[in-house]
């Protein structure tokens, strides 16, 4: 013990002095980002021609206190309330098949896309990634908009916008939960000579069924949310209510189909932070 | 035991009626769904629809990268990340004030047990108004800041910088309330000010993972901004929705080809800034 404690070098009583690093040299990342960062936000408020004076000026202040006031007046009309309620239930109903057609699609998609085994060749891993990609990179809202030529207007075109860009996000979760499932009872069924179907049913998809399950209502959530303004290019749904009314400048039905989205996506809120307290627990 | 290791296994599936139930509860649920949906993909292969939908995707091939046109796409794409930066930087106007006055970790009274009744309640209010900002979708602010401003990016910008402010607030708060708070309490107790606990406390714990999420946050603002053009806002988006408005589908498709880039640019981009942060 002794010994070793010799070898250990005695540091010096005083620290050996060194310049502090200069503040700005080539290799300051942190200087660069923010130098990026404020010539990024000068360019940008100056080459869009915002219209603040527009903006601040007695006539559009004038204008928007008008709007906000009639904006506090929702109507509470009983007929009108009835197609709210319609309406509320259509989103609901949009996000909910939205999601399931995504979950069916994202799990066929996620099978090619996914490496269950080092010698599985995986030859459309590439492919479909590369499609997954591409149906989740474009919006939900986009989606809807390039539907509407081969759907028509209202809610079949909204939910297949939903269904078509959650099967992106979905298909990319499901098959990386896929590739990271455990390896052993897969294994074991191969080495029986259990074909790969039956594998993946009896082996792999059992493992990870509750995480498939959990990101699907995960997206569930984000998909009512989505559902309630998809509507405003004419998807159906609250949105296209919305549209519709805010057009005509009808405040007080606008004023109320705005209260039903605000209270829907709370309520949502709601209930995933309760289930998800409930669950954790 | 013997009679239970020689009986042979049941034939009848055990899961049987849990599994009969679940699926009646399923249908019972999807039938209204696809009802309410006017869910009938056989319209998609209507003669009409069929036809429109063959002339607009046949058009798709080629591309149009005609030069006027690409200089054009390529001012749209500078103005949607503008329209996202300038919004981001407006939010953080609104969410950083905000966020100092919501943080509990900043109270001077709750350093000698419970906050005051007052400070409380005001700190609840602040957090309040973070939550309905983020509540109302960005799309539904843009509509209502177009029929106040008129088309243009203003309405995208302000709608962004709104909802966006809601976003960042709460989570900075939330950010802010979960780090260790020894040295801010430390800070106010020897008499600093709010601020100095602030700037000197909590921001440096805190810095990395506050900037990470920014970053992020402005990722999805760009596809955002891309998105709320088709209210009005300006943007890429707006002259997308033109062009299908006018069936031109080879105009879209070089437009789609350009916002899957944009938004993997900015997903590559955040996503190295992010790394490069820790």
Same mark, same amino acid.
């Given at each position: 013990?002794?010994?070793?404690?010799?070898?250990?070098?005695?540091?010096?009583?005083?620290?050996?002095?060194?310049?502090?690093?200069?503040?700005?040299?080539?290799?300051?990342?942190?200087?660069?980002?923010?130098?990026?960062?404020?010539?990024?936000?000068?360019?940008?408020?100056?080459?869009?021609?915002?219209?603040?004076?527009?903006?601040?000026?007695?006539?559009?202040?004038?204008?928007?206190?008008?709007?906000?006031?009639?904006?506090?007046?929702?109507?509470?009309?009983?007929?009108?309330?009835?197609?709210?309620?319609?309406?509320?239930?259509?989103?609901?109903?949009?996000?909910?098949?939205?999601?399931?057609?995504?979950?069916?699609?994202?799990?066929?998609l996620a099978?090619p896309a996914s490496?269950?085994?080092?010698?599985?060749?995986?030859?459309w891993r590439g492919v479909t990634r590369l499609v997954l990609n591409a149906?989740?990179?474009?919006?939900?809202?986009?989606?809807?908009?390039?539907?509407?030529?081969?759907?028509?207007?209202?809610?079949?075109?909204?939910?297949?916008?939903?269904?078509?860009?959650?099967?992106?996000?979905?298909g990319r979760?499901?098959a990386?939960?896929?590739?990271?499932?455990?390896?052993?009872?897969?294994?074991?069924?191969?080495?029986?000579?259990?074909?790969?179907?039956?594998?993946?049913?009896?082996?792999?998809?059992?493992?990870?069924?509750?995480?498939?399950?959990?990101?699907?209502?995960?997206?569930?959530?984000?998909?009512?949310?989505?559902?309630?303004?998809?509507?405003?290019?004419?998807?159906?749904?609250?949105?296209?209510?919305?549209?519709?009314?805010?057009?005509?400048?009808?405040?007080?039905?606008?004023?109320?189909?705005?209260?039903?989205?605000?209270?829907?996506?709370?309520?949502?809120?709601?209930?995933?932070?309760?289930?998800?307290?409930?669950?954790?627990? | 035991?013997?009679?239970?290791?020689?009986?042979?296994?049941?034939?009848?599936?055990?899961?049987?009626?849990?599994?009969?139930?679940?699926?009646?509860?399923?249908?019972?649920?999807?039938?209204?769904?696809?009802?309410?949906?006017?869910?009938?993909?056989?319209?998609?292969?209507?003669?009409?629809?069929?036809?429109?939908?063959?002339?607009?995707?046949?058009?798709?091939?080629?591309?149009?990268?005609?030069?006027?046109?690409?200089?054009?796409?390529?001012?749209?794409?500078?103005?949607?990340?503008?329209?996202?930066?300038?919004?981001?930087?407006?939010?953080?106007?609104?969410?950083?004030?905000?966020?100092?006055?919501? $943080?509990?970790?900043?109270?001077?009274?709750?350093?000698?047990?419970?906050?005051?009744?007052?400070?409380?309640?005001?700190?609840?209010?602040?957090?309040? $108004?973070?939550?309905?900002?983020?509540?109302?979708?960005?799309?539904?602010?843009?509509?209502?800041?177009?029929?106040?401003?008129?088309?243009?990016?203003?309405?995208?910008?302000?709608?962004?910088?709104?909802?966006?402010?809601?976003?960042?607030?709460?989570?900075?708060?939330?950010?802010?309330?979960?780090?260790?708070?020894?040295? $801010?309490?430390?800070?106010?107790?020897?008499?600093?000010?709010?601020?100095?606990?602030?700037?000197?406390?909590?921001?440096?714990?805190?810095?990395?993972?506050?900037?990470?999420?920014?970053?992020?946050?402005?990722?999805?603002?760009?596809?955002?901004?891309?998105?709320?053009?088709?209210?009005?806002?300006?943007?890429?988006?707006?002259?997308?929705?033109?062009?299908?408005?006018?069936?031109?589908?080879?105009?879209?498709?070089?437009?789609?080809?350009?916002?899957?880039?944009?938004?993997?640019?900015?997903?590559?981009?955040?996503?190295?800034?992010?790394?490069?942060?820790?």
């Amino acid at each position: 013990m002794a010994a070793d404690r010799k070898l250990v070098p005695i540091p010096a009583a005083n620290e050996t002095y060194r310049a502090p690093p200069r503040l700005f040299d080539a290799r300051c990342k942190a200087c660069w980002f923010v130098a990026g960062l404020v010539v990024l936000t000068i360019a940008s408020f100056w080459s869009l021609e915002l219209q603040w004076a527009r903006f601040f000026s007695a006539d559009s202040m004038r204008r928007m206190g008008k709007f906000f006031g009639e904006l506090m007046s929702p109507t509470a009309n009983g007929e009108f309330l009835w197609r709210l309620t319609i309406a509320s239930l259509e989103t609901l109903a949009m996000s909910a098949l939205g999601t399931l057609l995504a979950a069916i699609g994202g799990l066929a998609l996620a099978l090619p896309a996914s490496r269950t085994h080092a010698e599985d060749p995986a030859r459309w891993r590439g492919v479909t990634r590369l499609v997954l990609n591409a149906l989740r990179s474009i919006p939900e809202l986009v989606w809807a908009a390039l539907l509407l030529i081969s759907a028509g207007l209202g809610p079949f075109a909204g939910t297949l916008a939903l269904a078509v860009h959650t099967t992106g996000v979905l298909g990319r979760l499901f098959a990386e939960a896929i590739e990271n499932a455990p390896q052993g009872p897969a294994f074991a069924l191969r080495t029986q000579g259990v074909p790969a179907g039956r594998v993946f049913l009896y082996a792999t998809l059992v493992q990870v069924l509750p995480q498939l399950l959990s990101y699907t209502l995960y997206r569930w959530e984000n998909n009512i949310r989505a559902a309630a303004v998809l509507g405003v290019v004419g998807a159906g749904g609250l949105g296209q209510m919305l549209a519709f009314h805010m057009g005509l400048f009808q405040m007080s039905e606008t004023s109320s189909i705005l209260i039903a989205m605000i209270l829907l996506v709370a309520v949502v809120d709601i209930v995933s932070y309760l289930s998800r307290r409930i669950l954790s627990r | 035991m013997s009679t239970i290791a020689a009986s042979s296994p049941a034939w009848r599936d055990p899961a049987w009626s849990g599994r009969v139930f679940w699926f009646g509860a399923a249908l019972v649920l999807i039938v209204p769904a696809l009802i309410a949906t006017e869910f009938k993909p056989w319209t998609l292969f209507g003669a009409d629809n069929l036809k429109a939908t063959r002339n607009f995707l046949a058009d798709f091939l080629p591309p149009k990268i005609e030069g006027e046109f690409m200089l054009m796409v390529m001012r749209e794409t500078w103005r949607t990340v503008a329209i996202a930066t300038a919004g981001i930087t407006l939010a953080l106007v609104i969410a950083v004030p905000l966020t100092l006055l919501a $943080t509990s970790a900043l109270s001077v009274s709750a350093l000698t047990g419970r906050m005051n009744a007052l400070p409380f309640v005001f700190r609840q209010a602040i957090r309040g $108004t973070l939550i309905v900002l983020r509540s109302i979708p960005e799309l539904v602010w843009a509509l209502v800041f177009v029929r106040v401003v008129g088309l243009g990016p203003t309405a995208g910008v302000l709608a962004i910088a709104l909802t966006y402010g809601g976003m960042l607030g709460k989570v900075y708060a939330e950010i802010l309330e979960s780090e260790e708070t020894h040295v $801010t309490n430390s800070l106010l107790r020897s008499g600093a000010g709010r601020l100095q606990a602030f700037l000197y406390g909590l921001l440096p714990q805190s810095a990395a993972e506050l900037t990470s999420y920014t970053v992020y946050r402005w990722e999805c603002a760009i596809r955002s901004s891309a998105v709320l053009g088709f209210v009005g806002a300006g943007g890429l988006g707006q002259q997308m929705d033109a062009s299908m408005k006018m069936f031109n589908g080879s105009e879209v498709c070089t437009m789609l080809i350009v916002f899957v880039l944009l938004v993997w640019l900015a997903d590559q981009a955040s996503a190295w800034l992010r790394r490069a942060l820790g």
